[in-house]
């Protein structure tokens, strides 16, 4: 069982940054590959950022095509963290942001939300123009 946290949202202007934690609970974090979805009112869920896990220090990351370039997926095992930072932040990068976690081969991101096992609550990330 892995319980997973979200941290770091909030109300920003265009243009700005922000950084998303996720802590997450358990001796297996390691062994999860990480997902970073959002949902923007009336809008499915979407991948936004995933990281592989590894048994050496070489991860994998994937991105959504609307954030390559602006955000960045890092995971930090001693501290069973996945961050999420998001640069240049635009009115469309307004949703709840959720973190996840997923049973997957190694080096693989899985992008589809039926992939992962465990969700945390979300956190709110609202971009004003």
């Known amino acids: 069982q892995v319980q997973l946290v979200e941290s770091g949202g909030g109300l920003v202007q265009a243009g700005t940054s922000l950084r998303l934690s996720c802590a997450a609970s358990?001796?297996?974090?390691?062994?999860?590959?990480m997902g970073w979805f959002r949902q923007a009112p009336g809008k499915a869920r979407e991948f936004v950022a995933g990281?592989?896990?590894?048994?050496?220090?070489?991860?994998?990351?994937d991105y959504a095509d609307s954030v390559k370039g602006r955000f960045a997926i890092s995971r930090d095992n001693a501290e069973n963290t996945v961050y999420l930072q998001m640069n240049s932040l635009k009115p469309e990068d307004t949703a709840v942001y959720s973190c996840?976690?997923?049973?997957?081969?190694?080096?693989?991101?899985?992008?589809?939300?039926?992939?992962?096992?465990?969700w945390g609550q979300g956190t709110q990330v609202s971009v004003s123009s």
């Open positions: 996840a976690a997923a049973r997957a081969a190694i080096r693989f991101v899985p992008t589809a939300p039926s992939r992962y096992d465990y």
């Open positions: 358990g001796r297996t974090f390691s062994t999860y590959a």
């Open positions: 990281i592989s896990w590894s048994s050496s220090n070489t991860y994998y990351a």
